[in-house]
């Protein structure tokens, strides 16, 4: 038993680290592919990233489960990669995949839908998308803003823009109604020459041959097509010192051949692959994705190379998912330490935390670098910072007190924050480019961090003020000692999330003084983070004025959890103030289940002590010194010193 914590420990290592093995055959071909580069969203980034994202966009999962076929054919799961090789280049394939998520059964009825399950594919839904796109564009002309949507109004927006950007994606390589792209692309070879002979003919006056200008009108309509709907820009350009502003869809790059007679060779390449793979034809493709690798060498696309590879790595290794299921892991080991008394299972769980922790570090410090940002740029990544800001605190906690309470709030929060940030992840790029008020490094590396770190540590001081009256009220483990032990815990991390929030909010009013012109314009962002300063400031001079008990200053640490969340995502649902740049709508519903969570905690902790269970374990075995004879008093109403 005493080497379980550091098996236990040495199994999470290894699964992680069992990741790292390197592909072969079918997964090998497929993350080469994944690695293949392209621009979205203003930055270079792999067609992995632009696979996953898009799939978490339609069907909140970064992978497709493929029920057994009627014919024999047996379940399996496809990776994001693979299932956006089938979008570029099988389509028909594609669209019988289940990828759509439709949770409301009014959308499902609109869309003549009569499966009962919630994973739709597009051959299923496509009778009814013309009734669907209708019914999207009345909502839209209403005019109204987000939160004046119903809930079904929601969905069918929702369910509108999966369709158009699932369509977007078919059309980013060829149109949807071709299949081999070789011939496609030799026809249209083929047309160029004469076809550009006949327009300047016409240009000029002269005689000229019509069919051949029709011949190759007709390959440049469905390019048109391509260059309207395209979602990657896929093709990098040639001009020396390239940038963001070479690279182009598939549409425009063939349009443009159309003037100069120059086919693009990546367009050859990608071709090359979409014939292989429609033939089966795994050393052909290997052979295409090589080759388009080696032009990429060959024309300094070095770096934009790497930026790809790096990030389909880390988007395979997954840290934060598998940190996530550690942080779970770990707090219920200690949970359950604290009923049965074993050392073990709270040993167990402490290191289980550590390996979380590293992987957690390691994704942070992996996000930084191929972001050459700091640690905290949007809603998601400061999910991520909170997450890892608290399990620190709470592994420092433990190696104080030992008494698995340390391990629990790092495990409870650290799990917690890495679920909202995968709910935020389907919104879709996580690492897009900032907007212009957010891009400067050192206000980030100041501002931002410094005040993501005063709400990890109140949100840490709430869990554990909320522990201690969860603890108290439904079990009899909260033993004096401990209630005193968790008091100087809340009290000292509520110390630090006061001076780093004050501090932060500072920081906050320099930079909007040189953004904006003013330092304070009680924008609801503003008033959210001098509510928390406000707040933390009050639990202490309840505490140090000693004019509430214990079990009161427990509920006061509570409800900074309600604060501070509405702090951090609240006010981003008001739709109003000039840090737009985070509303959001869609997590409102679970906002105000938290908050009512924690307003029922709160109501526990002002309970009678006569309704705690540990009321007997709270009264101290000897009296105070105030006087003969008085009654004991217990540490959860008395007035702390």
């Not at 550091?6 to 090998?28: E, K, N, Q, T």
């Not at 580069?37 to 696979?51: E, F, I, T, Y």
């Not at 929702?158 to 011939?183: A, C, M, P, Q, W």
Request: aromatic share 12%.
């Amino acid at each position: 038993m005493r080497k379980l914590p550091w098996l236990v420990a040495g199994l999470a290592a290894a699964w992680f680290l069992s990741g790292l093995i390197p592909s072969s055959g079918p997964a090998l071909r497929a993350r080469e592919f994944g690695s293949l580069p392209v621009l979205l969203n203003g930055r270079v980034q792999p067609l992995d990233s632009v696979a996953r994202n898009a799939l978490m966009q339609i069907r909140t999962k970064q992978s497709v489960r493929v029920p057994a076929g009627k014919d024999g054919t047996p379940a399996q799961t496809l990776s994001a990669v693979e299932w956006f090789k089938e979008v570029l280049f099988k389509r028909e394939m594609a669209d019988t995949r289940p990828v759509f998520r439709i949770d409301h059964p009014e959308v499902i009825s609109l869309l003549k839908i009569r499966s009962e399950d919630k994973h739709f594919s597009y051959a299923e839904i496509q009778p009814g998308v013309g009734e669907l796109e209708h019914e999207a564009q009345r909502i839209e002309e209403s005019n109204l803003k987000p939160e004046q949507l119903t809930p079904y109004q929601k969905a069918v927006s929702t369910t509108y823009s999966r369709i158009v950007l699932y369509h977007r994606l078919k059309n980013s390589l060829k149109s949807e109604v071709i299949g081999d792209f070789g011939t496609e692309l030799a026809a249209y070879e083929k047309a160029l020459g004469p076809g550009r002979v006949a327009a300047e003919a016409e240009r000029a006056g002269k005689p000229f041959e019509k069919a051949d200008l029709d011949l190759l009108l007709g390959h440049m309509s469905q390019f048109e097509n391509i260059s309207r709907f395209a979602y990657p820009l896929m093709v990098p350009g040639l001009a020396a010192g390239h940038g963001k502003d070479d690279w182009k869809n598939v549409g425009d790059a063939l349009l443009e051949s159309a003037r100069d007679g120059k086919l693009p060779d990546p367009i050859r390449f990608y071709a090359a692959m979409n014939d292989a793979y429609r033939a089966s034809d795994d050393g052909k493709f290997e052979k295409a994705v090589g080759e388009f690798r080696s032009w990429l060498v060959a024309h300094d696309y070095v770096r934009e190379m790497k930026k790809g590879q790096n990030e389909e790595s880390f988007n395979h290794i997954q840290a934060f998912y598998k940190a996530m299921s550690m942080y779970v892991l770990a707090f219920l080991l200690a949970a359950i330490s604290w009923f049965n008394r074993n050392e073990t299972l709270r040993r167990t769980g402490v290191n289980l935390i550590w390996v979380a922790l590293a992987l957690h570090t390691l994704g942070l410090v992996y996000r930084m670098a191929l972001e050459g940002r700091p640690p905290v740029t949007n809603l998601y990544s400061s999910a991520i910072f909170i997450g890892w800001g608290a399990a620190i605190f709470g592994l420092g906690l433990e190696r104080f007190y030992r008494d698995g309470i340390g391990t629990v709030t790092a495990g409870l929060v650290g799990f917690t924050t890495l679920v909202i940030a995968h709910n935020l992840s389907t919104s879709g790029d996580t690492m897009q480019m900032l907007v212009a008020v957010l891009d400067t490094n050192f206000w980030l590396a100041t501002h931002v961090v410094v005040v993501t770190l005063g709400y990890s540590a109140t949100f840490v001081a709430g869990f554990l003020a909320l522990l201690y009256v969860v603890r108290g009220f439904f079990s009899n483990s909260l033993t004096a000692d401990g209630a005193r032990a968790l008091t100087r815990m809340v009290y000292g991390v509520v110390c630090f999330a006061t001076l780093f929030s004050f501090v932060g909010t500072v920081l906050g009013g320099i930079w909007a003084d040189q953004s904006w012109g003013r330092f304070w314009g009680w924008d609801p962002k503003e008033n959210g983070a001098l509510l928390i300063v406000i707040w933390n400031a009050f639990y202490l001079h309840a505490r140090w004025g000693r004019v509430l008990a214990e079990k009161t200053l427990m509920a006061v640490a509570v409800i900074g959890n309600i604060i501070t969340s509405f702090s951090w995502f609240g006010v981003n649902m008001l739709g109003i103030g000039l840090h737009s740049y985070g509303f959001m709508d869609s997590a409102f519903l679970w906002l105000i289940a938290f908050d009512m969570s924690q307003l029922a905690i709160v109501a526990l902790a002002l309970l009678p002590l006569r309704y705690w269970r540990s009321h007997k374990n709270l009264l101290p075995s000897t009296p105070p010194s105030s006087g003969k004879g008085s009654k004991p008093a217990s540490p959860l109403v008395a007035k702390p010193a």
